[in-house]
């Protein structure tokens, strides 16, 4: 089933138009191209909606937020949502201030949204309102780890409910829900957590996924997630003595250009709740 | 001939200044340095004339476009072309959205544009002031094909002709024009469209070439598609099993790094019509 | 004592935020999870004081300078001096544009900078409050070479006395000092100048090593440049015959990811003046 689903972006090669921060931004882009989707990334408040609507779905994405995007990105995403396109919510870094905390939940609430996808630390800044990330990575007490698997299962299955939401709260173990069942992953290296924006690059390819299997969500967000999981653990195989975490960024992007649905198929590790 | 533009890049070591987009501008700097050039990357209205004063030329993109970087990019232009300046404009995504349409019209008329570099689709939207991008990729209806190769060849010449400009529309076939003599440069691969921002390193690559070659513009952007073109055949020959479009990626601006003139004079595959 | 520099980044994980150029935060980025530490990136008026308040460390970069983000350089560094945290200034371009060098100048005065990390042409700038830079890389005339060492060490040793910083002017030789004492450093490979944004990197991996020691901020600024230098050499010696300066940038963070204290310890070659 899986598979299906990467194969579907390859046959689509959905036009994602991605509103995101400059620090990863390339990386997003050669991230989309790599899984076969294209991108397109457009900004200003003039054209956003313009732009959205030659595409096929959004993805919204918060880091490096400045106020003078908020308007784009609120107009993006209500336009996108009318064309019923999906928008996937990057809520980085929510519960590092209260302006982004605030205004992830303003986009949560506005702009449409159909995927969340944060650490969880983000999701659960989100869920409860309050919470307090360590910058952009997730708080130590946050790590979803088998320990706290129950507990941070409920409540991602909770928020995804409550915002009629997928949502998807990743780390050690990766928990996505539509409000009723959870998928739990357990595909990925630590070695993700070197790399700055594996979790944009997710994000982006999640709204890939997505939008080329628009009535699946859970099932195609569950795919994303594993299969950048499972490009990490590969990615991981082809280190040498020499490589550090910028040739570890190449091989990452390198195996999703690579990976099939074959070989997504088998290597997808996770269990349904 | 045209080695010898690429010899004059790495002589004069030109300082190109890029008013760029955030998606791409660190290979686009890259790249420049890999060419023998330097860059430098400022975007203020309050310095850009400044800072185009100590350049040798400039290089425009609306990648990314923000309404309020457009009087820098306006500024620029013009103190770059008062000062002899070769101006060289990407109009990245215009056909998108109407305002980056406009925007790229009011480039081209006010900001002294010696050189235009763009896909097919954006080319014509210029043209024609119609047309619609499939957002940052040419339509599929304006490839340029050995098919339609005579047509798209006459529209570049009069798009060059009418606005004065040396005009190049890229593609699987390139077409770079002063309005009287077309090259039709079949240097390239198709996984540079895998690849985000080749486009715009092209740009900035003519931009360097122009500038080391102000007497002989159409020659000079000529040589700098053809050289990024056989640079990504041989960054492609390089491609290992495991490689993918990042590590392709690397390749690419590796590739310029090592072209020698030799190289791109007996590599460089043209006609001139 | 150099070698504990660093383990002491890689035991303590700082965060650091950096608020800096869309053309090199990527690398940036990568460059503090390289050395062990954390990026955080945050740059609204809005929020850049909660962000600092949760991190450990401040870099400030002026490279695509825009003047709607210096109050938020200037409230972050007031927050973080207040909170005793190290701010590393890095005035990208001063003495290219009077915008660029009066802000680099008001942020020395007014950010809480303790650390400023320049190439020579921006230190005589920000020192002689004159002088030119070509673009982002030093002046010919600004080299700090054997030639010139024992003037510029002055000029800088007097800088840092003056402003009270910890300053370091780098080049083909890099010079260090807290106002009293200078280190003369001779790592580093001139191939690092084929890569945009070394300096940029520098500086961040600067704000790691002086946020993880803060009680010897010289040496620790010291550590960081012998460090860079020495991975600079590193990268090089990996270089096979196809690679080039993108091949190279990715060995540099590669080598950073790598270095040992032990490495440090044996490989850094200065002599403290």
Same mark, same amino acid.
């Given at each position: 089933m899986l598979g299906e689903m990467l194969e579907n972006v390859r046959a689509k090669r959905p036009l994602i138009h991605s509103i995101t921060n400059y620090v990863t931004a390339n990386d997003c882009a050669n991230l989309l191209l790599a899984c076969g989707a294209s991108p397109v990334m457009a900004c200003d408040e003039n054209e956003v909606e313009d732009v959205t609507s030659i595409c096929d779905g959004l993805s919204i994405n918060i880091g490096?937020?400045? %106020? +003078?995007?908020v308007t784009a990105m609120l107009k993006a995403g209500q336009r996108a949502h009318a064309l019923g396109h999906p928008v996937v919510l $990057?809520? *980085? @870094?929510? @519960? /590092?201030s209260r302006f982004r905390t605030e205004t992830a939940l303003t986009l949560l609430r506005? #702009? @449409?949204?159909s995927v969340v996808r944060g650490n969880a630390s983000e999701i659960r800044t989100l869920a409860l309102g309050a919470g307090a990330t360590k910058g952009v990575d997730a708080d130590l007490a946050d790590r979803i780890t088998s320990e706290n698997l129950d507990r941070m299962a409920e409540l991602v299955r909770r928020f995804a409910a409550e915002t009629k939401t997928v949502a998807a709260a990743t780390g050690a173990v990766d928990l996505v829900s539509d409000g009723e069942r959870v998928f739990c992953i357990y595909n990925? %290296?630590?070695?993700? /957590? +070197? *790399?700055?924006g594996t979790g944009c690059q997710l994000s982006v390819l999640a709204a890939a996924y997505v939008t080329a299997n628009p009535e699946r969500k859970l099932e195609a967000a569950a795919a994303a997630v594993c299969a950048l999981g499972l490009c990490g653990e590969k990615a991981y195989e082809r280190m @040498?003595? #020499? $490589?550090?975490n910028a040739s570890y960024r190449n091989y990452l992007i390198d195996a999703v250009y690579r990976l099939t649905g074959e070989e997504l198929e088998s290597g997808a590790r996770y269990e349904i709740r």
């Open positions: 490096t937020l400045d %106020h +003078r995007k $990057d809520p *980085v @870094g929510a @519960g /590092s506005e #702009a @449409g949204c990925g %290296h630590p070695m993700m /957590s +070197r *790399v700055t @040498g003595p #020499a $490589d550090g």
